[in-house]
């Protein structure tokens, strides 16, 4: 056992005695952050007012549009990633979920409706616009009373 051991420690030094080495290098450029605000910071405020009829939420009523505009202090040559952060329903992935169970907002770009916290691209300075509409899980019955939602606009650089 004693010489095996040995052996193996013989080994070893050999096996280190024939290893080879090369450097690593990282690199990286530190730039200033360069900020934008989504709608000059102000929050977006979306009233569907006091007439969304409880039999004609589908998704194909009460359509309002939602314009986020961007100010960059510099121009972001390949433009932005605007990602919505919401909980969507478990009837809708495009829609955000109220403080009403079977009831969501429905947000869509051009007809398709977005997946949330995934980034869409914008081309700087163009606006995103969305278009909002109440959705309801299909056979529930909603009963009058007022709802709210919400979600999160973050804007990246791409």
Known sequence: ??????????????SLAYSAETYVRFEGT???????????????????GDAVAINKIDGSHF????????TC??????GLAVTILATSTNF????????????GIRLTKKGNGIAF????????PDPLTLM????????????????????TAVVDYQ
Do not use: W
């Open 63 to 70: 359509i309002k549009p939602i314009t986020l505009n961007f």
């Open 92 to 103: 809708d992935n495009s829609a955000v979920q109220t403080d009403i169970g079977d009831l």
């Open 30 to 48: 530190i730039v200033e952050e360069m900020p934008c605000d989504i709608n000059d910071g102000q929050p977006v405020d979306l009233d569907f």
């Open 1 to 14: 056992m004693r010489h095996l051991v040995l052996m193996a420690l013989a080994c070893l030094h050999l």
């Open 73 to 78: 202090s510099s121009n972001p040559i390949a």
């Open 132 to 151: 909002a509409s109440p959705v309801k899980r299909v056979g529930s019955q909603l009963m009058p009373g007022d709802f709210t939602a919400f979600a």
């Open 117 to 124: 916290n995934t980034p869409l691209v914008v081309n700087y």
